[in-house]
């Protein structure tokens, strides 16, 4: 099992900038992939980006290229998302996950086994 725990959330302006942070520890040596998912009551959970541990290969979300960029520090097993420019349609409850999805659908949600509790996003 592997423990996650973001911070690093909060409340900006629009076309502001946070950075999202995702310690991993535990049974790590299980998982290949960490990612970021976001949520909005009603909604399903939606990927952001992906990164592959070690060999650094990221994925990012068409709504967020440009604008996100997901990178880690293996030797602290922590993984960031930087955003940038952000929109009021990115409010939501930001998740951590790890796991080892297969690289065509690092954004379903359902590859991933290993959960943080989320850190909250709000533009205003």
């Known amino acids: 099992h592997v423990q996650l725990v973001e911070s690093g959330g909060g409340s900006v302006q629009a076309g502001g900038s946070l950075r999202l942070s995702c310690a991993a520890s535990g049974h790590t040596y299980t998982i290949d992939v960490m990612a970021w998912f976001r949520q909005t009551p009603g909604k399903e959970r939606e990927g952001v980006a992906a990164i592959g541990i070690g060999g650094g290969k990221t994925h990012h979300a068409d709504s967020v290229k440009g604008r996100f960029t997901i990178s880690q520090d293996n030797a602290k097993r922590t993984v960031y998302l930087q955003m940038n420019s952000l929109k009021p349609e990115d409010a939501a409850m930001y998740y951590c996950?790890?796991?080892?999805?297969?690289?065509?659908?690092?954004?379903?949600?359902?590859?991933?086994?290993?959960w943080g509790q989320g850190t909250q996003v709000t533009i205003s």
């Open positions: 996950a790890a796991g080892d999805p297969l690289d065509l659908v690092w954004y379903r949600a359902d590859e991933y086994a290993n």
